[in-house]
């Protein structure tokens, strides 16, 4: 264990959502606002036991819109910090979210997805909030949203959003789901020092030269806290590079494509995925969270069978991996895309595809994980 | 025209140095400054709000309060969210944060949890407060979460347009209630009192000293502090109810302003051109949300 406590070195026997709660405490945030709901109860759980004692501040807030608030307001109070939900909470923090992506706040929300739409499945696997991720706010503005397979990533890649969140002063979405969220597994965490953490990119300037929306060659402004005499004004309205409001089509049009360009301009750095078996293939399974692990049986079952296939995960949903996909439907007979919803991420590819392979999804409404005979059979069917 | 613009959108004759270049300060003020200045972001003036409106008069007592507060100005950061008063933050030369519409208090929570050194200040309007912000108010009444919130009132949405609040008087008319407001409003100090507040005062635009000297006392509060500025809206809610102008809703004010503090804030309710009971209604010591937690967190030391 370190010396603070924040970062539980070792290996553990823990769940998802458990697992992400440390990586966020090991990542350095010190504030959780939250809302009970299941399967991500019990990231707030962890973090209500394990905050106070590390001098953090745990708040129980009274809904999902006022947890994705406070988180904005604790990140310009100078803090990391973080709020876990599912889908329902998801759709409530959509308008702070997008208060979020406009005054470029890094801050980490972590969805546990369940099956939908509604109330739905509450203790029960989906993946359909992807797409909600992506575009769930209204207006255009670029996404980051992490997918872990597995307990170890939901620590791993909480880490990875908080240094995202650092990097491109944005929110990131951590996009789990009940299984993975579930899931208890071993965890290993590495000594504090081992892990890379992302400081914020505060200001060096003085309070008369900052502009808190001048963007760097990044594309991304550097930051500053309140109480330190900066005087800055953030608002949600379209605002110039102090920050004033400026309701024009002119200052639109120089403003807000940024924050769709900066996630864009920088997505060979974002980008994350895994691949299998690509060198020979003719068919790729596409897929993330828990179906991967599920596509990796069928997979296996269909190489048996003597079929050339390959696995390509993404571990970043958002920014989608176009040109690593671009390159591939120009030598593959086909996409067979299984997602826990009716077909979301699938257009992704069959963007990508852009008729040059077949693109077939393997939908699953919810409530369970895929058969993988059901994988298989597309396989197939993609091979032929 | 703010200075900008101006000099964006024109420029000094060339070559006659006898004009004065267009930003320059009107003649005689050269060298002068507002007294307020300082606390104004001049550079965003002139400010949105009609000829008339009470939220200037509002924001000069605060500023006033703020002044003599005693406390450091950078310590201060102030949160609105949606509507004319919303766009206080805007205008006040402090850390300042609009935010959405309603969620100003929670973003104010976390702000303040997040650097309990700031000072924060919610400043916003009886819409965005009580109707779709309703629910964080009452929250952070009742965890007397340490912050000031000042809510100024003036019985109707004013942004966009005229439309019924949850504080507009029974039988007033606005855009959505053209044959009058069937619904009963808000005691709006009887809620956040009822909730836990540890400050809860109510005066009018009227009131400028008054006021201020709430607005000082509320942010010297440990714990939840609120005021609410009844004020006027002459644009909006003087003219749909044929009220005359906001001058005529001031004398409204002085004529039928009763200051009763320590009043039974049950018995505050505001009627349609009745009677406005202000005054500090309440003024208690309580220990605050983090206080609680510290405690908490002591006793489970303790144990072991």
Known sequence: ?384 | MNKQERAAGESAPAGNPAVAPPDAAPEGTAGRQHPKDRLLRGDRLPHIWCPTCGIGTCVSSFIEAIEESGIAEERFAIVSGIGCTGRVAGYVKLDSFHTTHGRAIPFATGLHLANPELKVVVFSGDGDLVAIGGNHLIHAARRNVDITVICLNNFIYGMTGGQAAPTTPFSARTTTTPYGNSEYPFNVPHLVASCGASYVARWTALHVRRMKRAMIEAIAKRGFSFVEVIAPCSTLYARKNRLGTGFDLMKFYHDNCEIRHGANTAEVDIGFQERIVVGKFVDIEKPTFLDRMQENMQRHTRKG
């Open chain 1, 1 to 384: 264990m370190s010396e603070s406590g924040a970062v539980l070195t070792g290996e553990h026997f823990m769940n998802g959502d458990i697992a992400a709660a440390e990586g966020a405490l090991a990542a350095g945030c010190t504030f959780f606002a939250g809302y009970p709901i299941t399967p991500a109860t019990e990231v707030a759980e962890r973090m209500a036991e394990r905050l106070p004692e590390l001098g953090g501040i745990y708040i129980q807030m009274e809904d999902e819109i006022a947890s994705m608030g406070a988180i904005l307001g604790a990140a310009w109070g100078g803090r990391k910090s973080m709020t876990a939900t599912s889908g329902p909470g998801f759709s409530l923090m959509m308008e702070n979210l997008g208060l979020g992506m406009m005054t470029e706040t890094p801050c980490v929300l972590v969805n546990v997805q369940r099956g939908g739409p509604s109330t739905g499945l509450p203790t029960l696997v989906g993946q359909q909030d992807m797409m909600q991720a992506r575009w769930g706010s209204h207006g255009d503005y670029g996404v980051i949203a992490l997918c872990p397979n597995s307990p170890q990533e939901c620590f791993d890649l909480t880490i990875e959003a908080f240094n995202l969140a650092e990097t491109y002063r944005m929110p990131v979405l951590v996009m789990s789901d009940e299984v993975i969220g579930h899931m208890t597994e071993k965890v290993v965490i590495p000594a504090a020092e081992r892990i890379q953490l992302t400081p914020r990119r505060h200001t060096t300037l003085a309070p008369a030269e900052y502009r808190p929306f001048a963007p760097g060659a990044d594309l991304v402004p550097e930051m500053v806290a309140a109480g330190r005499n900066y005087r800055i004004h953030v608002t949600g309205l379209t605002h110039d590079e102090r920050g004033y409001p400026a309701v024009t089509a002119a200052v639109q049009e120089r403003m807000v494509p940024r924050l769709t360009e900066k996630v864009r301009a920088n997505a060979g750095r974002i980008v994350r995925f895994a691949a299998g078996g690509l060198e020979d293939a003719q068919v790729v399974v596409v897929c993330y969270g828990i179906t991967s692990r599920v596509a990796q049986l069928a997979v296996e079952m269909a190489r048996g069978q003597g079929l050339k296939v390959g696995l390509f995960r993404l571990i970043t949903a958002w920014p989608f991996p176009e040109p690593a996909l671009r390159e591939l439907s120009g030598r593959v007979r086909g996409f067979v895309v299984p997602e826990i919803n009716l077909g979301q991420m699938v257009y992704e590819v069959e963007r990508c595809a852009a008729g040059r392979a077949k693109t077939l999804l393997v939908p699953h409404p919810g409530g369970g994980v895929h058969d993988p005979e059901t994988i298989l059979a597309a396989i197939e069917e993609a091979a032929r």
